[in-house]
T-cell receptor, first 112, second 114 residues
Framework: GESVGLHLPTLSVQEGDNSIINCAYSNSASDYFIWYKQESGKGPQFIIDIRSNMDKRQGQRVTVLLNKTVKHLSLQIAATQPGDSAVYFCAEGRNAGNMLTFGGGTRLMVKP | EPEVTQTPSHQVTQMGQEVILRCVPISNHLYFYWYRQILGQKVEFLVSFYNNEISEKSEIFDDQFSVERPDGSNFTLKIRSTKLEDSAMYFC????????????FGPGTRLTVT
């Protein structure tokens, strides 16, 4: 599943460091925000979601922060590992439907 | 771990031909989706399907597209008369009733229209 584009923003981090991937969304009416990871040759893989009435949610090694004032979403990955290398997409959805609107993606490269 | 599967992994077809892309969603999921991703672009929603009918569709999903759940396990996307601009990765996804936004994606079918 190629998600790579010629103009994907890239974040390069050292193994063991923390990573922060950012996303700006446009629809203030969105009720859910989701982060997906896409590795080369695979489909998007669900990581974590957050409802619009929350500002932080933690998972295993990941934290999602939501700032509705500036329509900004971030994904923090603790102790980044080589297996975290992938393209990361944010997506948004509304309770009135179940379609997801995806952002453009950020490529995370982890240096050993 | 259950997963969404898709066949074929790569389909090459000539412009104007009909194609059917196949998906087997996760077995206890009730919502099914098709998305596409043109190379270098964002993942785009096409259609969602629940209870044997379309629940939502995008502007991309015009009369050339149709979906079907022909049996208890398969979910298909048909493109009636393919155009060059239909070339893309097509992803099937599914979710359960209690977690609509936890959509699990298949590996995709690369459609190449020549």
């Amino acid at each position: 599943g190629e998600s790579v584009g010629l103009h994907l923003p890239t974040l390069s981090v050292q193994e063991g460091d923390n990573s922060i991937i950012n996303c700006a969304y446009s629809n203030s009416a969105s009720d859910y925000f989701i982060w997906y990871k896409q590795e080369s040759g695979k489909g998007p893989q669900f990581i974590i979601d957050i409802r619009s009435n929350m500002d932080k949610r933690q998972g295993q090694r990941v934290t999602v922060l939501l700032n509705k004032t500036v329509k900004h979403l971030s994904l923090q990955i603790a102790a980044t590992q080589p297996g975290d290398s992938a393209v990361y997409f944010c997506a948004e959805g509304r309770n009135a439907g179940n379609m997801l609107t995806f952002g453009g993606g950020t490529r995370l490269m982890v240096k050993p | 771990e259950p997963e969404v599967t898709q066949t074929p992994s790569h389909q090459v077809t000539q412009m104007g031909q009909e194609v059917i892309l196949r998906c087997v969603p996760i077995s206890n999921h009730l919502y099914f989706y098709w998305y596409r991703q043109i190379l270098g672009q964002k993942v785009e929603f096409l259609v969602s399907f629940y209870n044997n009918e379309i629940s939502e569709k995008s502007e991309i999903f015009d009369d050339q597209f149709s979906v079907e759940r022909p049996d208890g396990s398969n979910f298909t996307l048909k493109i009636r008369s393919t155009k060059l601009e239909d070339s893309a990765m097509y992803f099937c996804a599914s979710s359960s009733l209690g977690a609509l936004y936890e959509q699990y994606f298949g590996p995709g079918t690369r459609l190449t229209v020549t």
